[in-house]
């Protein structure tokens, strides 16, 4: 590892984009193990190892650690075996930064960012192997009037007042979903039956306002579709999807800086039903389920854009 130059991104932009930095992957995915690849579906999910210039050294999909040993022991033998014209590109790389369009552009530096953590909560029958203790994590973003909205108007000690709509039922959408064992879809705005978030001042203490956070969400779908991976796919039956959350919480909003200090919010309550890629094809019936919400941190580590930013309908 002391050879390589490590990042990880998401795939999905990367092999459909346009701007210089999909091009170059797209260049490094054609070399690689799905090359070409269509079908079962045309995902170029994997480990690449490349030189700078796009040239494939060696590549796999794999989570085993010796397999991936063996395959960055291939690229290194290959990557000493070249001369620095075939390693490097030609042109300076950073001519075209301007030109690559990632979401992390986009972060409300000014605005609220939030870490969203999903788990299984405690029941009975809970799996006796890595499921049992799987969690994943998301991020939701807000820009500056949209997290000042999340707030009563005035902030005065007993002042209440309902989140707008559109933004909680976009966490309806896009946070509050059952990634907690692998990936797994959004939700459409149709599928949104009860999304709310009522703030209350509770204190103002040195321009500090205190603000207790209750609220409600709860969406549902129906249609056809894969529950097992690759092996559904040719025959997907008719399926049920949801999630009912009741959201607990409290928040700290400086107001003389116009920004949150903290926010601490709980989404408990039940899940059920599967996605094609989300682990929950034995596992359909209702059961527990918890999100929270908290301030994150402003390093460029936590700059990652939220899972289904493109549905944001940001500009």
């Not at 209750?214 to 690759?230: L, N, P, Q, S, Y």
Request: include cysteine; charged fraction near 25%.
């Amino acid at each position: 590892m002391k050879s390589f130059v490590a990042s990880a991104d998401e795939v999905n932009r990367l092999q459909s984009g346009k701007d210089p930095e999909c091009v170059l992957a797209q260049k490094v995915f054609e070399q690689g193990h799905y090359a070409g690849r269509t079908r079962p579906t045309n995902t170029r999910q994997g480990i690449y190892a490349t030189a700078p210039n796009g040239v494939m050294l060696a590549s796999i999909n794999a989570n085993e650690p010796k397999a991936v040993a063996a395959m960055l022991q291939r690229a290194l033998d290959k990557w000493n075996s070249l001369s620095e014209t075939e390693r490097m590109q030609a042109g300076d790389p950073g001519a075209d930064t301007a030109k690559i369009n990632r979401p992390e552009k986009r972060y409300p530096a000014d605005g609220l960012v939030l870490r969203v953590f999903s788990r299984d909560l405690p029941r009975e029958k809970q799996p006796g192997d890595w499921r049992a203790r799987a969690w994943n994590q998301d991020y939701a973003w807000f820009q500056r009037d949209e997290a000042r909205s999340l707030l009563p108007s005035k902030l005065e000690k007993g002042e209440r007042q309902e989140a707008p709509a559109a933004l909680i039922r976009r966490l309806a959408r896009l946070n509050f979903v059952d990634n907690v064992r692998g990936q797994t879809t959004s939700y459409s705005d149709s599928d949104i039956e009860t999304a709310t978030l009522e703030s209350e001042v509770l204190s103002v203490t040195d321009s500090i306002a205190t603000v207790r956070l209750r609220g409600a969400t709860h969406a549902e779908r129906e249609g056809v579709w894969a529950i097992e991976g690759f092996k559904d796919m040719k025959a997907p039956a008719k399926h049920r999807l949801g999630m009912d959350l009741k959201l607990f919480g409290t928040a700290e909003f400086d107001t003389a800086k116009g920004h949150f200090v903290s926010f601490e919010l709980l989404a408990l309550g039940t899940r059920f039903g599967a996605t094609q890629y989300n682990g929950r094809h034995d596992d359909v019936e209702p059961a527990p389920i918890g999100f929270s919400l908290s301030l994150a941190g402003n390093t460029p580590a936590e700059h990652v854009a939220p899972a289904f930013y493109w549905s944001y309908g940001w500009r």
